[in-house]
C-alpha cells in the first residue's frame, strides 16, 4: 500500500493538465491562523528550511508539496553501477549528485539542491503572480522535494488566516483567504490537517471552526496543536490533547516548533527533533509515544494512505466517465479536413437528409420539450388551421336586414314573387371570401417552420457543420431561399383555391342538394301564397273605391303635388312574417353550401402546401445545395474551420491524452496493493 501515495504524485501532474476541478485527489490540506506553525510543521516533515520567513501574510499562493521518498546517494549509485536494487524504489535518477534535492513545476528540467534557493524561487514565484503588496493568488505553486529522510506525501499549504487587513492588502483579505481555504477542503476527498497553537484557547481555532463547515463529522479532520513549549507556566496541554475539550476523529497530535531564536541560529531539524522528544518525555511522559513531528509524519502517511484506498474506486470511476465524455466529444469536432470535396459533399448530403428526416419524423435527435419538423406542420394543418377554419361563423357579418336588402337589390324594380338566387350568390361569395385569410396564414405557419427546421439541424443534428461557420451560414441561405422563392407560388395556389370556390357557386352539389329542396318547397309556397293574396287583393280593392275614405288616397288633385321623398327611410323595423322567411332562406342555404366550401379547403389547403412547399423543398434541397455550394472556387473558402474550434479540438485532445493518463496509471494498481 505504500506505491499508493507515488502514484498520486504521479496523478497530481497528469490533473495539472486537466484541472483540479474535474478531478479532485486526495491529498492533505494544511490550515491554520497566521502565526499558528503552519511552516515549522511542513518543514519538520521535509526535514529542511525552505519555506519564506517573515512577519504578516508570508504564504500567499497555495504551495503543493510532494514529499517523495528516495534512496540515498550511496544506494543510487549502486544501482546505476548494477550492484545492488532497493526493492521498494522504481527510480535511481541518475545524475543527480545530492542526497536531497526539490523541483517546481513552473522550472522545467531544473533542479535545485540548496534548499535556500528553493526558499528564493517561492518568494519570485509569488511576487510574479500575486505581487509585492501583500495580496493573494489561488494559482498554486507546485513543489517536489525528494529526500531518504521523508515520507510520501501530498501537502497543500495555504495562506494563514488573517482578520486585518495589512499594509497594501485590499480591505476583503478575510474573505479572500477564506474563500481559497474552503475551495481547498471542500474537496471531499482531501484530508484536513487543523494546526492551532496551545497558547490559544481551542475554542476559538479558526481553523477547527473552517474545518467544521465541510466535515461536521470530523471524518476528514486531524488536529495538530503546535508551540506545547510556549504554554504559560503551570499549565498544559493535557486535556486538550486527550481529546476531552474537543474531540477530534483522526486524532489529536502535539508538536513543539523551532523557536526564532532557534531559526536565527540555524539550529538543525536534527536538533530540534531530538530536544522536541526530550521535551515530550519531560512533560507529557504518557503521550510522548504519540506526539512529535515524527510520529505526526508516520500517522499522516498512514492516514493519506487509507484514505486514497477508500477513494480509489470513485476516483477509477471518475477518470473512467471523464474519459468517454472526452472521446466523444473530440468525436465530435472531427479531423482536419483533408479532402475538401468529399467532406463538402458529405456535410451537404447530411444536412439535406437530417432536413428530411426531421420533417419525417426520422431524425436521430427528436425533442421532448416541444413539437418540432413534420410533426408540428401536422399540428399546424389539423389543429391551428382546422380550428380556425371551424371557428368562422358561416353567417358571421350578416345581418337579417343585410340579407333583406341583397334579395331586394337582386330584384331590381320588379317586386320578387320568390327568393332570388342571385341575392344567395352574391352573399355566399362574400363568407368564403372569408375562409382565404387563415388559408395565407396556414401556408406562413408552415414557412416559419420550415425555416426553424434549418436551425434545429445545424444545432443538433449535423455537429460537424458547426465547424465550419461559412458553410453553414452558405447552407442557411441557400435553403431560406429555396423557402423564400416557393412562398409566393404556394401562396398564389391557396389563393387560387379559395377563387376557384368563387367562380363557379356550384347548386347542383351531392352535398346541396338538401338545401335545394328547401328552397324549392319555400318557393312554390309562396306561389301559393301570391295567388291567394291576388284574390283578397281584389276583393279589398273593390271595398276601397265604394268607400268614403278613398277619395283622399286616391289620385292627387290638380294643383296639390306630393313629394315622395319626403319620407323618411327606416333604420331597423320588424320583418313581416314574408321576410322573415326569405331570410331564413337565404340562410339556410348559405350556411349549408359554406360548409361544404369549408370543408373542401380545409382538406385542400394542406395538399396544397405539402405538394408545392414541403414536398417540393424536400425533393429538390440536396440538389440545390450541391448546385449552389460545390463549387471548386468555393471550397476551400467554404471549409475554413473557426479559430474556436480548431482550439476547443486541440484542448479536448490534450484533456483526453491527461485523462488516459491518468487512467493507465490507476490501472497499475493491483487489488493486492489496497490491503
Not at 491529498?27 to 518543514?43: P, W
Not at 520567513?53 to 504564504?59: E, F, L, N, P, Q
Not at 497558547?199 to 481553523?207: G, I, K, P
Not at 434549418?454 to 461559412?470: D, G, M, V
Request: hydrophobic share 35%; aromatic share 6%; net charge negative.
Amino acid at each position: 500500500m505504500e506505491t499508493l501515495i507515488p502514484i498520486i504524485n504521479r496523478l497530481q501532474e497528469v490533473v495539472l493538465t486537466v484541472g483540479a476541478e474535474v478531478i479532485q485527489l486526495p491529498q492533505i490540506v494544511v490550515v491554520g491562523s497566521q502565526s499558528s506553525g503552519k511552516s515549522s510543521v511542513l518543514e519538520s516533515l521535509a526535514g529542511r528550511d525552505f519555506l519564506p520567513r517573515g512577519s504578516g501574510i508570508v504564504t500567499r499562493r497555495p504551495l503543493v508539496l510532494q514529499l517523495v521518498n528516495v534512496p540515498p546517494l550511496q544506494d543510487r549509485k549502486q544501482m546505476e553501477n548494477g550492484s545492488g536494487v532497493t526493492q521498494n524504489t522504481q527510480h535511481s535518477y541518475p545524475g543527480i549528485k545530492a542526497d536531497e534535492w526539490g523541483t517546481f513545476l513552473h522550472c522545467k528540467n531544473q533542479i535545485f539542491t540548496d534548499f535556500l534557493e528553493i526558499r528564493k524561487e517561492i518568494e519570485a514565484e509569488t511576487e510574479r503572480c500575486s505581487g509585492d503588496n501583500k495580496g493573494i493568488s489561488p494559482e498554486p505553486i507546485y513543489l517536489k522535494i525528494f529526500s531518504p529522510k521523508v515520507l510520501n506525501l501530498t501537502l497543500v499549504d495555504l495562506p494563514g488566516i488573517t482578520k486585518v487587513p495589512v499594509g497594501d492588502q485590499p480591505e476583503d483579505i478575510e474573505n479572500q483567504v477564506q474563500e481559497m481555504i474552503l475551495s481547498f477542503i471542500s474537496n471531499p476527498n482531501s484530508l484536513i490537517l487543523a494546526v492551532s497553537p496551545a497558547n490559544s484557547d481551542l475554542a476559538t481555532s479558526d481553523a477547527l471552526k473552517m474545518a467544521r463547515e465541510v466535515d461536521p463529522d470530523g471524518r476528514r479532520t486531524l488536529l495538530v496543536v503546535s508551540k506545547l513549549d510556549l504554554m504559560d507556566a503551570g499549565t498544559d496541554a493535557l486535556e486538550v490533547l486527550l481529546g476531552r475539550v474537543i474531540p477530534v476523529r483522526l486524532g489529536i497530535i502535539g508538536v513543539v516548533n523551532r523557536s526564532q531564536h532557534d531559526i536565527n541560529t540555524q539550529k538543525s531539524l536534527e536538533d530540534s527533533s531530538r530536544d522536541e522528544q526530550a521535551f515530550l518525555q519531560r512533560h507529557y511522559p504518557s503521550l510522548a509515544s504519540r506526539c512529535g513531528s515524527r510520529y505526526m509524519a508516520k500517522t499522516l502517511s498512514r492516514l493519506l494512505m487509507h484514505h486514497i484506498r477508500d477513494c480509489l474506486p470513485e476516483l477509477k470511476t471518475r477518470v473512467t466517465m471523464l474519459t468517454s465524455q472526452y472521446q466523444a466529444q473530440l468525436n465530435g469536432y472531427g479531423q482536419p479536413v483533408e479532402d475538401h470535396s468529399a467532406t463538402l459533399l458529405h456535410i451537404v448530403t447530411k444536412f439535406a437528409s437530417d432536413y428530411c428526416h426531421t420533417i419525417e419524423g426520422t431524425a436521430r435527435y427528436i425533442q421532448t420539450s416541444e413539437l418540432c419538423g413534420g410533426a408540428r406542420i401536422c399540428y399546424i394543418f389539423h389543429e391551428t388551421f382546422g380550428r380556425t377554419l371551424e371557428s368562422i361563423d358561416p353567417l358571421g357579418g350578416l345581418s337579417d336586414l343585410d340579407v333583406l336588402t341583397a334579395i331586394r337589390n337582386a330584384t331590381g324594380p320588379r317586386p320578387a314573387l320568390f327568393v332570388p338566387e342571385v341575392s344567395f350568390e352574391l352573399l355566399v361569395k362574400r363568407q368564403i371570401k372569408r375562409l382565404e385569410e387563415p388559408s395565407l396564414r396556414c401556408v406562413e405557419l408552415v414557412h416559419e417552420e420550415l425555416q426553424r427546421i434549418i436551425q434545429h439541424c445545424s444545432s443538433y443534428s449535423t455537429q460537424e457543420l458547426l465547424r465550419f461557420p461559412k458553410l453553414h451560414d452558405s447552407i442557411v441561405e441557400v435553403v431560406t431561399g429555396l423557402l423564400r422563392k416557393r412562398l409566393p407560388v404556394t401562396n398564389e395556389m391557396v389563393h387560387n383555391l379559395v377563387a376557384i370556390e368563387l367562380a363557379y357557386i356550384n347548386t347542383k352539389h351531392p352535398d346541396f342538394s338538401d338545401a335545394a329542396q328547401v328552397s324549392a318547397s319555400v318557393n312554390s309556397q309562396q306561389q301559393a301564397e301570391c295567388l291567394d293574396g291576388g284574390k283578397r287583393w281584389k276583393n279589398e280593392k273593390t271595398a276601397e273605391e265604394k268607400s268614403p275614405a278613398a277619395a283622399g288616397f286616391g289620385s292627387p288633385s290638380k294643383g296639390h303635388a306630393i313629394n315622395l321623398l319626403d319620407t323618411a327611410v327606416p333604420i331597423s323595423r320588424r320583418l313581416s312574417t314574408r321576410e322573415q322567411r326569405d331570410c331564413e332562406v337565404i340562410q339556410r342555404l348559405i350556411k349549408s353550401y359554406f360548409l361544404i366550401v369549408r370543408q373542401s379547403i380545409q382538406d385542400s389547403v394542406p395538399k396544397t402546401v405539402m405538394h408545392f412547399l414541403v414536398n417540393f423543398v424536400k425533393e429538390r434541397l440536396q440538389s440545390e445545395l450541391v448546385g449552389q455550394l460545390y463549387k471548386q472556387p468555393l471550397l476551400q473558402d467554404l471549409l475554413i474551420e473557426s479559430q474556436d474550434t480548431a482550439q476547443q479540438r486541440t484542448e479536448v485532445a490534450q484533456m483526453l491524452e491527461a485523462l488516459q493518463k491518468a487512467n493507465n496509471i490507476i490501472s497499475e494498481i493491483r487489488e493486492t496493493h489496497l490491503w
